[in-house]
């Protein structure tokens, strides 16, 4: 079946370092792969999406790239803000009308 | 901008209750879902419902659970006789359409503590 498997954590770093969370998949078809994001005390919102291979997803300084051949989705910013704080979710989506598989989640701490 | 709303917000409850969440998706949303979250824990899918039925669920989604869409607008996702292990934060999201494009949109979520 499909899953999706991403680090743990959780993961501290200090602001303005760079960040990296990683994303591997395993899908019998062709998914589209998300980043959702959870706030403390909140639901989950989308943080970005790539629908194909080679596609990069971008959105608040975060960005992602569908790669194929690796089977992967790894989320990277740049220089992340204590507002950054929160659970990361890696997710796909397979079929026609079929669920989504979430990852289990990386929480992240930025400290000022 | 148009979002999924559920209550409660939170809900306590003694074990061998019944419960009913509920849910008002994005309205001209067609795929609604349930997934809940045990604290600190990954998000687990429950069941999905198109068309007036289920159209999957989850292992985790036995006999005492059922879903509804009552009316235009609810979605609703009952507990027939709540256990300790129920108590988890529940999510409602929608979807527009079945491409595995598009994106789920989440709730706030509704927080079932059973006692």
């Known amino acids: 079946g499909n899953s999706v498997t991403q680090m743990e954590g959780p993961v501290t770093l200090s602001e303005e370092a760079f960040l990296t969370i990683n994303c591997t998949y395993t899908?019998?078809?062709?998914?589209?792969l998300f980043w959702y994001v959870q706030y403390p005390g909140e639901g989950l919102q989308l943080l970005l999406k790539?629908?194909?291979?080679?596609d990069k997803g971008s959105n608040k300084g975060f960005e992602a790239t569908y790669r194929k051949e690796t089977t992967s989705f790894h989320l990277e910013k740049g220089s992340v803000q204590v507002s950054d704080s929160a659970v990361y979710f890696c997710?796909?989506?397979?079929?026609?009308?079929?669920?989504?598989?979430f990852g289990p989640g990386t929480r992240l701490s930025v400290l000022p | 901008e148009p979002e999924v709303t559920q209550t409660p917000s939170h809900q306590v409850t003694q074990m061998g209750q019944e419960v009913i969440l509920r849910c008002v998706p994005i309205?001209?949303?067609?795929?609604f879902y349930w997934y809940r979250q045990i604290l600190g824990q990954k998000v687990e899918f429950l069941v999905s419902?198109?068309?007036?039925?289920?159209?999957?669920k989850s292992e985790i989604f036995d006999d005492q659970f059922s879903v509804e869409r009552p009316d235009g607008s609810n979605f609703t996702l009952k507990i027939r006789s709540t256990k300790l292990e129920d108590s988890a934060m529940y999510f409602c999201?929608?979807?527009?359409?079945?491409?595995?494009?598009?994106?789920?949109?989440f709730g706030e979520g509704s927080r079932l503590t059973v006692l």
């Open positions: 309205s001209n949303h067609l795929y």
């Open positions: 899908a019998t078809g062709y998914p589209s």
């Open positions: 790539a629908t194909k291979a080679d």
């Open positions: 999201a929608s979807k527009v359409s079945a491409e595995n494009t598009g994106e789920l949109f």
């Open positions: 997710a796909l989506s397979e079929n026609y009308g079929q669920n989504f598989v």
């Open positions: 419902f198109y068309n007036n039925e289920i159209s999957e």
